[in-house]
């Protein structure tokens, strides 16, 4: 099997950590083998193929494709890589930028951990699914809809790999009832409607995610933001993740009661009613944005966004990812459904799942140290 290499600085990339704090949810870890695979659109004319990556370092990752030696594919895989992976950002330079004015980045051990850029249409469906949500079972949803409404790409060592389902995929073969069955809950709804939206919009003759980017050529940014708050399920906090890692909006600052709890516990942050009036002044031609802001968590934003900079969204992604080590598979919380959606949850059944965990703990250098496997309970 053919196995090429991305180089890159010391530290810039670390699989273990990006590929599991809660941004992309269709990684597979094989911890015999040590690798992760996922299927990944390669581009129109090679279509999806499954990629194998491993760490060989800390300045080096070999890729593979399953049955595919060829130049043709290695080549745009190593172009989509490099875009996934974002190679052309500096994560150490954006270190020393936010250590010189923020000490919560100084003295501390952020390797690795770097915004993806993933494909909109996906981003949107999967944080559709992250709302009130957990890692485990947020993986588990984006598995499902691959499963049973994408296309079977093949099968490495005994796991099935799909394409993720475009928006045509999810209308003419899912349903709401049958999502439910496959434990989305009240998400099942905000998936098809999701869908619908998409596939009544878009162009016949382009893809979903083709369609989410041409907004970047007639939108300004915060009308993008207000497009994504027009499909149901979405919220501020989701629509600032799908433009963060799905539309490489990166200043925008996805903010929840996670980010809240660190803006007040650590930048001693308070917000003031009196800025309420000027923000809704702001927004006025975005009614969408306006009627779905909370104050007090886009004062956050607006905080965090001009302490950061441009890359403000990367800064969270570090803290953010920080955060969900302490509380593994912490829960996504968009205020604004939140109320919506308690109801719904009430109704449903708790029950607490048991998820085995692995990987490799990598020590303050990015280093691999040793196998880590343990049991962890979700309550659900
Ligand atoms: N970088 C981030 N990843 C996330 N995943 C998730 O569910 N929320 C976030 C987030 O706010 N930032």
Redesign the pocket.
């Known amino acids: 099997m053919r196995f090429d290499r991305l180089l890159f600085p010391k530290g810039e990339v670390i699989l273990a950590h990006v590929l599991q704090?809660?941004?992309a949810f269709r990684w597979v870890w094989n911890s015999n083998k040590n690798y992760y695979a996922t299927s990944m659109l390669l581009n129109d004319s090679l279509g999806y193929k499954i990629v194998i990556l491993r760490q060989k370092d800390e300045s080096t990752i070999e890729y593979s494709i399953y049955k595919d030696d060829s130049d043709k594919s290695f080549d745009a895989l190593r172009t989509c890589l490099q875009h996934y992976l974002r190679l052309d950002v500096s994560l150490e330079k954006l270190l020393s930028e936010w250590s010189a004015v923020d000490k919560n980045f100084v003295n501390k051990c952020h390797r690795g951990v770097r915004?993806l850029g993933q494909e909109p249409w996906e981003t949107l469906c999967s944080?559709i699914c992250?709302s009130n949500n957990n890692i485990s079972r947020i993986t588990k949803m984006c598995h499902s809809l691959c499963g049973e409404y994408g296309k079977e790409i093949g099968n490495l060592d005994g796991i099935s790999y799909y394409s993720f389902p475009s928006s045509n995929d999810i209308v003419h073969k899912a349903s709401e009832e049958h999502l439910r069955e496959l434990g989305f809950g009240y998400r099942a709804r905000y998936i098809i409607g999701a869908a619908k939206l998409m596939h009544q919009d878009k162009p016949v003759s382009m893809s979903d995610t083709e369609y989410i980017k041409s907004w970047h050529k007639k939108l300004s940014k915060p009308e993008i933001r207000e497009r994504f708050l027009a499909f149901p399920g979405v919220g501020p906090?989701v629509a600032d993740?799908v433009c963060l890692m799905g539309m490489q909006m990166d200043d925008v600052v996805?903010i929840?009661v996670h980010?809240q709890r660190i803006a007040e516990r650590d930048y001693r942050f308070n917000a003031t009613a009196n800025k309420a009036e000027e923000l809704k002044e702001r927004y006025k031609a975005l009614p969408l944005t306006r009627k779905s802001m909370n104050i007090k968590l886009e004062l956050a934003r607006e905080m965090f966004a001009s302490k950061w900079g441009p890359y403000a969204g990367w800064a969270?992604?570090v803290i953010?990812?920080q955060e969900i080590n302490k509380t593994v598979g912490a829960t996504?919380e968009d205020m604004h459904l939140v109320k919506r959606v308690k109801k719904e949850e009430e109704k449903s059944s708790s029950a607490t799942l048991e998820v085995k965990v692995e990987g490799i703990e990598y020590s303050n250098t990015g280093r691999p140290m040793r196998w880590a496997s343990k049991k962890v309970n979700y309550n659900v």
Request: charged residues 10%; contains cysteine; neutral net charge.
């Open positions: 704090c809660g941004q915004v944080f992250s906090k993740c996805p929840d980010m969270q992604g953010f990812a996504t």
